[in-house]
């Protein structure tokens, strides 16, 4: 028996766990150690889907299924298989096709099972492409294979504020178009996002739904972080998280993940 048995933690990746300078704080690393040894059931849930994660399943005691493509997945990278999963309705394709006409600067990637597709690639698409470590196939809209699990569109933040307010307007019922940062506008199916998948998670695992913690920086977190008992979020977080009303610690680089480590030490 451990401290923190039955108790669930779960972390946003990119700004949260993993820093700027691509590493995870090393006092994350050793009070992560400490929680699962403990008892402590730890794990990611990020908007990076398979293929841009899997580098990473190994980099810190994750001993639970991984929330993917911004709650659109979630998978067990301990024998490798999907527990659950949802993807766009079909009628995407033909949605973007009308996007990209009425909004001209627009820019996406579509993740069609372990293989990207990009739609007019911009700097925003490079940078997020070398910072995955991925590869994409420029390819026009109506030839993507389907379905796609999730897009992220890709402009200058006003171009991406214009978009969510236009896919909103005539498509709210289908999808879930949220900002994963300010250059990076996530679409997934209507209900799939981060807080639904980490309570099908907790479910999954049998987990007290008072003994789930999350933390997240960016306006896509803000769904898990509404189901977390205490919601934290690093120094670093996005405006829309500090104006939500999110527990603010330690920036990411700082080791916000072992601050949090250190309260569940002093409320367990």
Known sequence: MGKFDGVLLVSD??????????????????????????????TVATGRAHPT????????????PVVLSNGSALYDFRDNSMVYETVLPLRVQDDLIQVA??????????????EIYVYQPNDVTASHLRRAGATA???PIDRMPLPWSKVILQQRNEILLETQR??????????EVIFSNAVLLELT???SNKG????????YLGIDSKKIYC???NQNDIPMLAISAIPFAPSNCAQAVKDWGARILCSCEEGCVAQIVDILDGIY
């Open 13 to 42: 990746f990119d700004d949260t766990l993993y820093g700027e300078d691509m590493q995870i704080a090393p006092a994350n690393l050793t009070a992560l150690d400490y929680f699962t040894r403990e008892g402590g059931i730890f």
């Open 53 to 64: 994660f899997a580098p990473h399943a190994r980099c810190a005691p994750i001993n639970a």
């Open 101 to 114: 006409r009425d909004i001209p600067e627009i820019g996406f990637e579509a993740y069609h099972n372990d």
């Open 137 to 139: 196939q420029e390819v």
């Open 166 to 175: 236009y896919m909103l307007q005539r498509w709210a019922d289908h999808y």
């Open 189 to 191: 199916r209507k209900g």
């Open 196 to 203: 639904g998948m980490v309570s099908y998670l907790a479910n």
């Open 215 to 217: 933390v997240g920086d």
